[in-house]
């Protein structure tokens, strides 16, 4: 067993960062005076359908910005990848009922400096839209930064940033996407649970049109580490589903959860490409252990009321989600009912040790795990690393053990 209380704090900070949508910290920004001028999206209502995605452009003018430009110093923790402005597209009518809770409350988008003139500045993001973007989206959020003088500390340069939401100046720009044949995708761990002695799993799923239910033929990316970028199409290994939809790949036991992208190809040519959005994302918890507990008793006769000793160990592979819980001793109650009798814990090696009272006449004992649901989150979630979006994981989930039934009798 284990304690996670500091693994949930790293996985917290490690998901913390410009790859999941954060934006450098207010505290150490400077706001530049700026006016959002115009907000387009053109067009203002696309269709896409299955795997193919819709070309849309964000055009965003501002004026008197303060030498705004394309790409940003870096802060703490920043890859020169993930830092430059950024417009942000937020959903504003309920999702399609086929993409359920794979839909995103947001997605954030690189802007790309397109035109200087005079104090005005043009911005421009195209971005490939998939059809599980079903629904409304406005433009809610503009950010971008000006170089200046290093911070005399040792959290990197001091960003001067402009950090607007378009519509609070009167500027409401968005678009409507209809989506048709809607793809889905599961993602299961094989065997379920795992013996704890395992150091891998197969984690199997399918690719699916919702519209009849086909199977798709896509290639997926997948990773299996908290650092995986959900918007960031480099990192990952990629699995091709067969004819129906299926696929399966080895999984590591070590990583902490696994979660699969299905990306979309980027589009080249004219001058940037059009950046991929996430389709499906389906992130598979942490697959369930199953433990090993067992005991023996001191002597298998003994005087009624006499100590009974009972030493055994408990091994769950170190991935349980508690190093304290307990174990119990219980005796058979009839042909059926089990009894406790015991609740004890085991010492840091696994192993343990409890004495009970002999019950008088011949008793069935054994030693029982209750199991521990672990930290679950839900098998899908949504395709975008907004603010709003936690970071799912799943941790030493565990299920019930029993020990071998042993008979002592008391006389």
Same mark, same amino acid.
């Given at each position: 067993?284990?304690?996670?209380?500091?693994?949930?704090?790293?996985?917290?900070?490690?998901?913390?960062?410009?790859?999941?949508?954060?934006?450098?910290?207010?505290?150490?920004?400077?706001?530049?005076?700026?006016?959002?001028?115009?907000?387009?999206?053109?067009?203002?209502?696309?269709?896409?359908?299955?795997?193919?995605?819709?070309?849309?452009?964000?055009?965003?003018?501002?004026?008197?910005?303060?030498?705004?430009?394309?790409?940003?110093?870096?802060?703490?923790?920043?890859?020169?990848?993930?830092?430059?402005?950024?417009?942000?597209?937020?959903?504003?009518?309920?999702?399609?009922?086929?993409?359920?809770?794979?839909?995103?409350?947001?997605?954030?988008?690189?802007?790309?400096?397109?035109?200087?003139?005079?104090?005005?500045?043009?911005?421009?993001?195209?971005?490939?839209?998939?059809?599980?973007?079903?629904?409304?989206?406005?433009?809610?959020?503009?950010?971008?930064?000006?170089?200046?003088?290093?911070?005399?500390?040792?959290?990197?340069?001091?960003?001067?940033?402009?950090?607007?939401?378009?519509?609070?100046?009167?500027?409401? @720009?968005?678009? !409507? =996407? $209809? +989506?048709?044949?809607?793809?889905?995708?599961?993602?299961?761990?094989?065997? #379920? *649970?795992?013996?704890?002695?395992?150091?891998?799993?197969?984690?199997?799923?399918?690719?699916?049109?919702?519209?009849?239910?086909?199977?798709?033929?896509?290639?997926?990316?997948?990773?299996?580490?908290?650092?995986?970028?959900?918007?960031?199409?480099?990192?990952?290994?990629?699995?091709?589903?067969?004819?129906?939809?299926?696929?399966?790949?080895?999984?590591?036991?070590?990583?902490?959860?696994?979660?699969?992208?299905?990306?979309?190809?980027?589009?080249?040519?004219?001058?940037?490409?059009?950046?991929?959005?996430?389709?499906?994302?389906?992130?598979?918890?942490?697959?369930?252990?199953?433990?090993?507990?067992?005991?023996?008793?001191?002597?298998?006769?003994?005087?009624?009321? @006499?100590?009974? !000793? =009972? $030493? +055994?160990?408990?091994?769950?592979?170190?991935?349980?989600?508690?190093?304290? #819980? *307990?174990?119990?001793?219980?005796?058979?109650?009839?042909?059926?009912?089990?009894?406790?009798?015991?609740?004890?814990?085991?010492?840091?090696?696994?192993?343990?040790?409890?004495?009970?009272?002999?019950?008088?006449?011949?008793?069935?004992?054994?030693?029982?795990?209750?199991?521990?649901?672990?930290?679950?989150?839900?098998?899908?979630?949504?395709?975008?690393?907004?603010?709003?979006?936690?970071?799912?994981?799943?941790?030493?989930?565990?299920?019930?053990?029993?020990?071998?039934?042993?008979?002592?009798?008391?006389?």
């Amino acid at each position: 067993m284990r304690m996670v209380g500091a693994t949930i704090l790293a996985l917290g900070l490690a998901g913390a960062g410009p790859g999941t949508g954060a934006i450098a910290p207010a505290a150490r920004a400077a706001t530049v005076d700026a006016r959002i001028d115009q907000v387009t999206v053109s067009p203002s209502a696309v269709t896409a359908s299955g795997l193919t995605p819709v070309e849309v452009m964000v055009t965003v003018r501002l004026v008197d910005t303060g030498d705004l430009q394309d790409t940003c110093p870096l802060m703490a923790g920043e890859s020169a990848a993930s830092s430059g402005a950024i417009v942000e597209l937020r959903r504003v009518t309920p999702a399609d009922p086929r993409v359920g809770t794979r839909a995103p409350a947001a997605t954030r988008q690189r802007l790309h400096l397109t035109g200087t003139s005079g104090t005005a500045t043009s911005w421009t993001a195209r971005i490939a839209v998939p059809s599980t973007w079903a629904g409304t989206w406005q433009v809610s959020r503009i950010y971008a930064c000006a170089d200046s003088d290093p911070a005399p500390n040792s959290l990197g340069p001091l960003i001067n940033t402009i950090d607007l939401d378009p519509r609070a100046h009167g500027k409401v @720009a968005g678009v !409507t =996407v $209809t +989506g048709d044949h809607i793809p889905a995708l599961s993602i299961g761990p094989s065997p #379920d *649970p795992v013996p704890w002695t395992a150091t891998r799993y197969v984690a199997k799923g399918r690719l699916w049109d919702t519209s009849p239910g086909a199977g798709l033929v896509a290639t997926l990316e997948w990773c299996a580490d908290l650092g995986c970028g959900i918007e960031d199409a480099y990192d990952g290994n990629p699995v091709t589903t067969d004819d129906a939809g299926y696929y399966s790949m080895p999984v590591d036991l070590t990583a902490a959860y696994t979660n699969l992208n299905l990306w979309i190809p980027r589009p080249v040519g004219r001058g940037f490409p059009a950046q991929g959005v996430t389709q499906v994302l389906v992130r598979g918890v942490h697959p369930r252990t199953a433990p090993a507990v067992g005991g023996v008793p001191s002597a298998t006769r003994l005087r009624t009321g @006499a100590a009974l !000793t =009972v $030493t +055994g160990s408990f091994f769950d592979g170190n991935r349980c989600a508690d190093l304290r #819980d *307990p174990l119990t001793l219980q005796y058979l109650h009839g042909r059926t009912a089990w009894r406790t009798i015991s609740t004890f814990l085991t010492r840091f090696s696994g192993r343990f040790t409890v004495t009970v009272p002999a019950r008088a006449g011949r008793t069935a004992y054994r030693v029982r795990y209750a199991g521990n649901p672990g930290i679950q989150a839900a098998a899908v979630m949504t395709p975008d690393a907004s603010p709003e979006a936690p970071v799912p994981y799943g941790l030493g989930a565990c299920v019930p053990a029993s020990g071998r039934p042993f008979v002592v009798t008391g006389s």
